[in-house]
């Protein structure tokens, strides 16, 4: 892609949606974008090696790009990760077993604040191949976020945690957003309300 725009239209302005799955589990908190990236995922990984294609092409081509680190982010509709695997666990079910201990923690982004952001990312950032946090800054434990679903969706049963975490799992996220809060970018929909909207949605 890099290249077609490089021949056919270099002055493209071209956005990479990277992951904060490329900091794997970070050495500090909040993870700002300078830290070291050691990602513990094959996706973590090619995150990674797309991110330096974006500055490569800027640096030797002089391409407009820049690569946003995408952390939690969902919505209704999406039909994967924490979210839907909560829901299909409990249809039915008395005791919901989880990985992990529930004291991990993610920064989960709506995706009205995340499609918000990169509209402010695309008119007014520098696209000097640089990479950006996407995300609320707040950092909120599994088991709360866990609790706060399943009383949307009136969801009675035990909640279990297993004590282990998988291969891949990072343990504590939350980001640093200064490069974009300083473009302009504040996040509207707080968590509950966005689980609300999630939540909403599979009712119907």
């Known amino acids: 892609m890099l290249d077609a ?3 056919l239209n270099a ?26 990236l050691n990602p513990v995922s094959p996706y973590g990984f090619h995150k990674d090696m797309a991110e330096n294609v974006c500055k490569e092409f800027h640096k030797l081509y002089d ?20 979210f839907w695997d909560l829901y299909k666990k409990s249809i039915d079910k008395n005791e919901v077993e989880l990985f992990g201990t529930g004291n991990e923690t993610r920064d989960f982004i709506y995706i009205s604040d995340l499609v918000h952001a990169l509209k402010i990312i695309a008119t007014k950032h ?18 709360e976020v866990v609790t706060t679903f399943y009383k949307e969706l ?6 279990k945690f297993k004590g282990t975490n998988r291969i891949g ?20 929909v707080s968590l509950p309300q966005g689980l609300r909207k999630y939540a909403e949605w599979l009712k119907k």
Not at 173 to 180: F, R, S, T
């Open 11 to 36: 002055s493209c302005k071209f956005i990479n949606l990277s992951s904060a799955a490329v900091y794997g589990n970070p050495v500090s908190l909040p993870v700002v974008e300078s830290q070291l």
């Open 63 to 82: 391409l407009n790009t820049c690569s946003v680190r995408v952390f939690s982010a969902y919505e209704p509709g999406l039909k994967k990760q924490l």
């Open 154 to 159: 009136n969801y009675t049963g035990t909640i």
């Open 126 to 143: 520098s696209f000097n191949g640089e990479s950006l946090n996407l995300g609320t800054g707040i950092e909120t434990s599994i088991k």
């Open 169 to 188: 799992d990072p343990i504590n996220w939350v980001a640093q957003i200064n490069k974009i809060t300083d473009l302009g970018f504040q996040p509207q």
């Open 5 to 7: 725009i490089r021949l």
